[in-house]
């Protein structure tokens, strides 16, 4: 993969694993639609409306594993040729910043 694809997968999982999230906590109604519980959109709005430095310890921790995440990225990208020919990324260290962000997530 090439950096550019590297941020691309990293992207879409991230979007696609929030996305599950979300239609997990929701009610599925009749009409195709979801609702979202209201304790979950009182706790986001006021996350989104916080600077990552006013948000409590233990809610900065998705935060951080959503960044140790990217620096797995950036560090793969060192293993790219200069000429942003394609390698096999490592992984494991991604994979395993998922699911860290997922068990923290699902509390």
Same mark, same amino acid.
């Given at each position: 993969?090439?950096?550019?694809?590297?941020?691309?997968?990293?992207?879409?999982?991230?979007?696609?694993?929030?996305?599950?999230? @979300?239609?997990?906590?929701?009610?599925?109604?009749? #009409?195709?639609?979801?609702? /979202? +519980?209201?304790?979950?959109?009182? !706790?986001?709005? !006021?996350?989104?409306?916080? +600077?990552?430095?006013?948000? +409590?310890? #233990?809610?900065? @921790?998705?935060?951080?594993?959503?960044?140790?995440? /990217?620096?797995?990225?950036?560090?793969?990208?060192?293993?790219?040729?200069?000429?942003?020919?394609?390698?096999?990324?490592?992984?494991?260290?991604? #994979?395993?910043?998922?699911?860290?962000?997922? !068990?923290?997530?699902? !509390?």
């Amino acid at each position: 993969m090439n950096k550019t694809d590297l941020l691309a997968d990293y992207a879409h999982k991230a979007w696609s694993g929030w996305m599950n999230y @979300l239609f997990g906590l929701s009610t599925h109604n009749d #009409d195709g639609t979801v609702t /979202i +519980p209201a304790w979950a959109v009182e !706790r986001w709005k !006021r996350q989104a409306g916080t +600077p990552y430095q006013g948000l +409590p310890e #233990d809610e900065k @921790l998705s935060d951080i594993a959503e960044a140790e995440k /990217i620096l797995a990225l950036v560090k793969t990208f060192t293993n790219l040729h200069a000429d942003n020919t394609s390698v096999t990324p490592k992984t494991s260290d991604y #994979d395993s910043v998922i699911w860290k962000l997922l !068990r923290h997530t699902q !509390r």
